[in-house]
């Protein structure tokens, strides 16, 4: 078994079109959609199981890391809504991005070129937030336990991907690359989808405990993308370091 999650053909897949990460019409489009349902999962889900009281910062005080952060999507609206925010990228341009968009933003968030298996900080986190990242990383086994490393005891992982599923297929790589072109045609690689059974069962061998799965749905009737039950494409779940 290989140790590191480094996939060269994923990274240089993005790096080519990381000059895109913030056009909200430009080849991430479908992730700018989607960030809002995500955002709004995370935060109420950490106001829940930290006990959070700050209306303006709800986030105020948690130390999270964002793993295969890209272009800083996820990591921005995190700091404003208070978190200490550090995010990694095995992706130097996708880093590279992320800082140069940091500069407008007038946030305080923490970027680094670096792989979980390279990334050595120096306390632990409260929350991980890898989101999208597992179904383009090379050993899905050893990303999950080189990420549990750096969360706190008590502390939250949530995994968004998608499932491995003829469903996925057909919506996910037929439909949003070859036939609505909402994403470039080999984004993704149905063979390194993954079925929840098999991330929980790789997470508890990490001390991951799940607590909550949740599908996740696009509405096409109102543009916007929902938690549901259906799991069958795309599923987000939130775990606890035991």
């Known amino acids: 078994m290989k140790n590191n999650t480094l996939d060269k053909k994923e990274i240089e897949k993005f790096s080519k079109i990381a000059e ?38 709800p986030l105020d005080g948690l130390k999270i890391l964002d793993i295969g952060c890209g272009g800083g999507l996820l990591s921005e609206p995190m700091a404003r809504l208070g978190a200490k925010v550090t995010g990694i990228d095995a992706s130097k341009k996708n880093i590279e991005i992320a800082k140069h968009h940091l500069k407008k933003s007038n ?15 120096k306390n632990k986190y409260d929350v991980i937030l890898n989101m999208e990242i597992v179904e383009h990383v090379d050993n899905v086994n050893f990303f999950i336990e080189q990420s549990a490393k750096f969360l706190k005891k008590s502390g939250v992982m949530f995994i968004a991907t998608l499932n491995q599923t003829l469903k996925s297929y057909i919506f996910a790589i037929l439909g949003a690359e070859y036939i609505l072109r909402w994403l470039p045609i080999g984004t993704h690689d149905w063979q390194k989808f ?5 991330l929980i069962k790789i997470c508890e061998k990490n001390s991951l405990i799940l607590k909550n799965i949740d599908g996740m749905s696009f509405n096409p009737i109102v543009d916007k993308w929902n938690i549901s039950k259906d799991k069958s494409i795309n599923y987000i779940t939130k775990f606890e370091k035991n």
């Open 194 to 198: 993954i079925k929840p059974d098999e």
């Open 20 to 57: 895109e990460w913030w056009n909200p019409t430009g080849k991430f489009k479908p992730l700018h959609k989607f960030n809002p349902i995500r955002i709004r999962y995370i935060k109420n889900n950490l106001i829940n199981d930290f006990s959070l009281k700050n209306k303006k910062k």
């Open 107 to 121: 946030l305080s968030i923490k970027y680094y070129n670096y792989s979980p298996e390279k990334f050595s900080p």
